[in-house]
Every structure is written in structure tokens, then in C-alpha cells.
């Protein structure tokens, strides 16, 4: 998991150890379109996911998104 958060800070361009997984993504001004575009390519890239706007839209926070990788 901690390779995740990692991932997800390099994508949002902030500082290592910063998110948690109870974050709330409404709430980082970093998650914006270009960290979704990222995220959607590396989630391709590197777990064989093809992830949707609407999946994207439905992550509430940083967990939502490493179950999401995780199944």
C-alpha cells in the first residue's frame, strides 16, 4: 500500500508522506484533470486497469482508489 501512496503523491506532485488513506480527494487541490489523466495511466500501465471518468468520479478518498487497484 505504501507504494500506492507514493504513486498517487508523484501523480499529484506533493510531498512524500503527505496522504493518507482516509484523504479526501475533494479536498486536495492537486487532484485535479491532469492527476485523474495520470492516474488513468498509470493504473493502465502498471496494474492492467482501465479506469473510466466514472470511476474516477467515484473516488471519495485516497482508499477508494487503492481498492480500486487492489481487486
Keep these: 500500500m505504501k ?8 501523480i499529484m506532485d506533493i510531498e512524500e508522506d503527505t496522504l ?6 475533494s479536498e486536495l487541490e492537486e487532484w485535479d484533470s491532469l492527476s485523474k489523466l495520470s492516474l ?6 502498471n496494474y492492467q486497469k482501465k479506469l473510466s471518468t466514472d470511476e474516477i468520479k ?8 487503492i481498492d480500486y487497484l487492489q481487486k
Excluded: P, R, W, Y
Excluded at 40 to 45: F, G, P, Q, S, V
Design 58 to 65: 467515484s473516488f471519495v478518498t485516497v482508499q477508494d482508489i
Design 40 to 45: 488513468m495511466a498509470e493504473a493502465k500501465k
Design 20 to 25: 493518507e488513506t482516509t484523504t479526501v480527494l
Design 3 to 10: 507504494e500506492l501512496l507514493e504513486m498517487l503523491e508523484e
